[in-house]
């Protein structure tokens, strides 16, 4: 069964730029979440998706987005990069909502230059 | 404010010897422990998880103790291995609109000499 994958792996953006991440779960896993990983803030939740909805949200500002496809796969946007976006963020998917277990994907390395 | 504070930052042990890593929690409406590994590149993978009205979990060399009245949990690796080496993050998960979201601490990094 494959894990979840994140793509692309790393990118490179320009201050003022958006940049779209992708994230595909786990076969049959509906809920999918996103976290940002800093060295100086470690690793902190963006937001949740299931079905389609976004279920719960992270103390970060409306610059960041997501959505989640009827297949389940997810999006997530930044707009008006900063330099302080520059992180590790990472996808995670689960079977429901309702199970705490979630599994990582690699993540997507961005550096904002 | 930091929701979930873990020590020691950082932990150099032996090999066979015992990794003890330390968790506490400000607020009793979570109810889901998990603990992470992550190796450089990775991403964190699931390690072992305990519920609050468990005081112990053991799963092979890890065991994760549970203390609800303190507020407390730790990981425990018993015998190990420099393959043991990476990093480790404490997660508190509390229910959310039907989901449960964790809060992470800041993270171990263990040293495992050979």
């Known amino acids: 069964k494959a894990g979840v994958t994140q793509t692309p792996r790393y990118l490179i953006k320009t201050r003022g730029q958006q940049v779209t991440l992708s994230c595909s779960p786990i076969?049959?896993?509906?809920?999918v979440s996103w976290y940002q990983q800093t060295p100086g803030q470690g690793l902190q939740f963006l937001f949740e998706?299931?079905?389609?909805?976004?279920?719960n949200k992270g103390n970060f500002p409306g610059r960041f987005s997501g959505r989640q496809f009827s297949n389940s796969r997810s999006e997530m946007n930044v707009s008006t990069l900063e330099l302080g976006d520059s992180a590790l963020y990472l996808c995670?998917?689960?079977?429901?909502?309702?199970?705490?277990?979630?599994?990582f994907g690699q993540g997507t390395r961005l550096t904002v230059v | 404010q930091q929701q979930v504070k873990q020590s020691p930052q950082s932990l150099i042990v032996q090999k066979g010897g015992i990794s003890i890593i330390n968790c506490a929690y400000e607020?009793?409406?979570?109810?889901?422990f998990p603990w992470y590994q992550q190796f450089p590149g990775k991403g964190p993978a699931l390690l072992i998880a305990?519920?609050?009205?468990?005081s112990e979990k053991k799963e092979g060399r890890f065991t994760i103790s549970f203390n609800k009245s303190a507020k407390q949990f730790s990981l425990h690796i018993m015998d190990s291995q420099p393959g043991d080496s990476a990093t480790y993050f404490c997660?508190?998960?509390?229910?959310?609109?039907?989901?449960?979201?964790?809060?992470f601490g800041r993270g171990t990094s263990l040293i495992v000499h050979p």
């Open positions: 995670a998917s689960s079977n429901e909502p309702g199970i705490a277990e979630a599994f």
């Open positions: 076969s049959g896993h509906r809920s």
């Open positions: 998706y299931f079905s389609e909805t976004q279920r």
């Open positions: 607020n009793t409406a979570f109810d889901y």
């Open positions: 305990i519920r609050p009205d468990v």
């Open positions: 997660a508190a998960s509390k229910r959310s609109g039907g989901s449960y979201i964790p809060t």
